[in-house]
């Protein structure tokens, strides 16, 4: 037997309605906000990650899927959505169009890590990706947007955290100030985080070793170090969110875990599903593009995790919708009412109205067996009676009442009835 891999997971038809519950509503809430949908390759030229991510981050270093196609050339599945999105952009000229544009995704990614509750090696994310406008309504908006989607799913344990990281120029100062703090306590510190000392010390901050932690609890904070630009722009931001009613914390910790951010940071955490977890995290990332090797455009953006947002949902016990299920199932007494009941089915899903009909050649018992299980809110039962008088016997499954319908009129029955107590 073959067995799947590690880090992958089936999900069954008993299980994909909820995610169709959530990938329908990020598309309804995306849409409202008048973003439209991106579909980017799978996979990618590993060098579009490596100068996107950021060669600093453990994905880059630790997590990607990365081999040699038939031709030589290193190719990565795609661990994020942000660098295919900015490589698409890019190669079609967008930035040349009509700005901003607005971008959202619905797609898989791989990252070959340890997997746990809620993470996996094939994963799945909504993201959005704004890109053109560098003003902080830019930032709220998006903010907003993540907040009405979480909101539209029915969480309600859910926390914005928001914080600014600075610009270039800000962060070089604040550098300085991390490597003089985290010097003296270096030996103390995880081998990650001594080789992020010289490259990148403000990743130092989104270490998860217990030890690292308990030293970068001390070190400076970075909206001390902010230039008058930025510290306007941060708060802006707040401005627009408190304006809009939308609650959150600041949080100096947050520095997010890849190398391309900018300004503005924020995540949705919760701690419905156990230990405090984040379901939703972006900001603003204007240098991307730049360091991409291509003109700068600002950018701000999120991504979600569907997995750990089911795991969410489920703990908190957010009423989902129920399994998808036929309206009407066909029943056939023999061989030739079976016959029309096909032909009636055909007519029904023509019509809208999903259906079953017998496909396996059961016994009338095994039948209305089969039709209960299925959950059918109508069984139209065909007999030799049914097929001289041109209509069928429809039994209310919840009412247990029935009634005789003309074959030509039962779509128009069930339209008017499936909705009634």
């Known amino acids: ?117 809620g993470r996996l090696r094939e994963f799945h994310q909504f993201g959005v990706e704004l890109y053109g406008a560098a003003g902080p309504q830019a930032d709220a908006e998006t903010i907003l947007l993540a907040d009405l989607f979480l909101r539209r799913l029915g969480l309600k344990q859910i926390k914005l955290e928001l914080n600014s990281i600075g610009c270039r120029q800000c962060r070089t100062a604040y550098n300085e100030a991390l490597r003089d703090y985290f010097r003296p306590h270096l030996e103390e510190m995880c081998a990650d985080c001594r080789a992020r000392f010289e490259k990148n010390p403000m990743r130092m901050l989104d270490c998860k070793e217990e030890g690292c932690r308990r030293i970068t609890a001390g070190a400076p904070r970075i909206l001390d170090y902010l230039c008058a630009d930025c510290r306007a722009h941060f708060e802006e931001v707040r401005s627009l969110l408190d304006a809009a009613g939308v609650a959150y914390e600041v949080n100096p910790s947050i520095v997010r875990g890849l190398d391309y951010y900018s300004r503005t940071v924020f995540e949705f955490t919760t701690s419905a599903a156990g230990a405090q977890g984040t379901v939703c995290g972006g900001g603003r990332y204007d240098s991307l593009l730049e360091q991409m090797g291509e003109r700068a455009v600002p950018a701000v953006g999120f991504a979600a995790g569907l997995e750990r947002l089911l795991m969410v949902l489920e703990a908190e016990g957010v009423p989902m919708p129920e399994e998808n299920r036929a309206d009407c199932y066909l029943l056939g007494m023999d061989e030739v009412s079976r016959r029309q009941c096909f032909l009636l089915a055909a007519s029904l899903r023509r019509a809208g109205i999903p259906c079953e009909v017998d496909l ?62």
Do not use: C
């Open 360 to 421: 396996m050649d059961r016994s009338v018992k095994s039948q209305f067996k089969y039709a209960d299980k299925t959950g059918a809110r109508f069984v139209a039962v065909v007999g030799e009676s049914e097929l001289s008088a041109g209509a069928a016997e429809v039994k209310d499954m919840r009412t247990s009442s029935s009634e005789r319908v003309a074959f030509e009129q039962l779509a128009q029955y069930i339209f008017a009835h499936k909705n009634k107590n």
């Open 1 to 117: 037997m073959i067995h799947i891999p590690k880090g992958t997971k089936d999900v069954l038809p008993s299980r994909s309605h909820l995610w169709q519950f959530i990938e329908r509503t990020a598309r309804e809430t995306a849409e409202l906000f008048a973003f439209k949908e991106i579909r980017t390759p799978v996979f990618e030229h590993t060098e579009l990650f490596q100068r996107g991510v950021g060669d600093t981050t453990d994905i880059v270093t630790k997590e990607m899927y990365t081999f040699l196609d038939k031709g030589g050339r290193s190719v990565t599945l795609r661990p994020e959505g942000t660098a295919g999105v900015a490589r698409s952009f890019i190669e079609n000229g967008m930035a040349g169009g009509v700005l901003p544009a607005k971008l959202y995704y619905l797609i898989s990614a791989f990252r070959y890590e340890r997997p746990q509750a």
